[in-house]
């Protein structure tokens, strides 16, 4: 198939960090897989008395729907523009889920944060090295309409160009995720205020196809319809390679590059 992302937005996923990609799978494919979702809450999508937590997390599902939604061929086009062709590794199927409901207790998990990569040999804990070891993208999959009020996730636009100079001092070994996030928010470079904020508002069946480097955080839902929503990473066949003697740099790499050439920001 030919280009699914144009030029445009190739550039604007290297400056901002994100592709909103409408229609990535079929809502009535979006439908199937909700419905399946419902029924591993134990809720009832009918009685809101039932909804007694702000947020509900489901395990990640490799069953026939979700495989289809995360195999689509415009997916994988955009895959191919972003992260290059035989640099990415196909899903079989789709996770973890939050699953938002309008309740009035605070989230509790609503920090400003980037996803960790990878976990070294003998830890548990997450970390993120320059070459983003283990994620190529950050994927958020919308499996419920999403407008301002049913919880969308924020995104500091242009936020992953913050992060690879503090990445670059730790090396292939990388930087534990917390201790990362804890030095970004000392620096006053994880909430950054002047990094305009970005809501992922969509369909069913919209993908936000971000760099595995961005900002972003989730917040309470201020609606009347529970959010559906995966969040899976999409992994890569190796880590990024930031000194490619060819010059073919992925949109992914560029935006790393384009980060480490930044000034210093105070």
């Known amino acids: 198939m030919g280009n699914v992302l144009t030029a445009e937005q190739v550039e604007r996923f290297v400056t901002d960090g994100f592709v909103h990609l409408p229609e990535a799978f079929a809502p009535s494919l979006a439908d199937e897989c909700r419905a399946f979702l419902w029924r591993e809450?134990?809720?009832?999508?009918?009685?809101?008395?039932?909804?007694t937590e702000p947020v509900v997390r489901l395990g990640?599902?490799?069953?026939?729907?979700?495989?289809?939604?995360?195999?689509?061929?415009?997916?994988?086009g955009a895959f191919d523009?972003?992260?290059?062709?035989?640099?990415?590794?196909?899903?079989?199927?789709?996770g973890?889920?939050?699953?938002?409901?309008?309740?009035?207790?605070?989230?509790?998990?609503?920090?400003?944060?980037?996803?960790?990569?990878?976990t070294a040999?003998?830890?548990?804990?997450?970390?993120?090295?320059?070459?983003?070891?283990?994620?190529?993208?950050?994927?958020?999959?919308?499996?419920?309409d999403v407008d301002t009020a049913t919880a969308?996730?924020?995104?500091?636009?242009?936020?992953?160009?913050?992060?690879p100079s503090f990445l670059r001092p730790a090396g292939d070994a990388g930087a534990d995720l917390f201790a990362l996030c804890s030095e970004m928010d000392g620096a006053g470079r994880l909430d950054a205020p002047d990094r305009p904020l970005a809501l992922a508002t969509g369909r069913a069946g919209d993908v936000?196809?971000?760099?595995?480097?961005?900002?972003?955080?989730?917040?309470a839902h201020r609606g009347t319809v529970p959010r559906f929503m995966a969040q899976p990473p999409l992994v890569p066949v190796g880590p990024l390679d930031l000194d490619r003697h060819d010059g073919a740099y992925s949109p992914v790499e560029r935006a790393v590059r384009l980060g480490l050439e930044q000034p210093e920001r105070t």
């Open 41 to 51: 809450t134990g809720l009832d999508p009918d009685d809101p008395e039932t909804w």
């Open 60 to 76: 990640g599902y490799a069953d026939e729907p979700f495989r289809r939604a995360a195999t689509t061929e415009r997916l994988h």
């Open 81 to 94: 523009q972003l992260v290059g062709p035989g640099r990415w590794t196909p899903r079989v199927g789709l």
């Open 96 to 118: 973890t889920f939050p699953v938002r409901f309008p309740h009035p207790a605070a989230p509790g998990d609503d920090g400003w944060h980037m996803d960790g990569g990878f």
């Open 121 to 144: 040999e003998g830890e548990t804990g997450y970390r993120v090295n320059v070459t983003s070891r283990g994620r190529a993208l950050l994927m958020l999959f919308l499996f419920s």
């Open 152 to 163: 969308p996730t924020r995104i500091k636009v242009g936020s992953h160009l913050d992060v």
């Open 208 to 219: 936000y196809l971000c760099h595995p480097f961005l900002i972003h955080a989730a917040q």
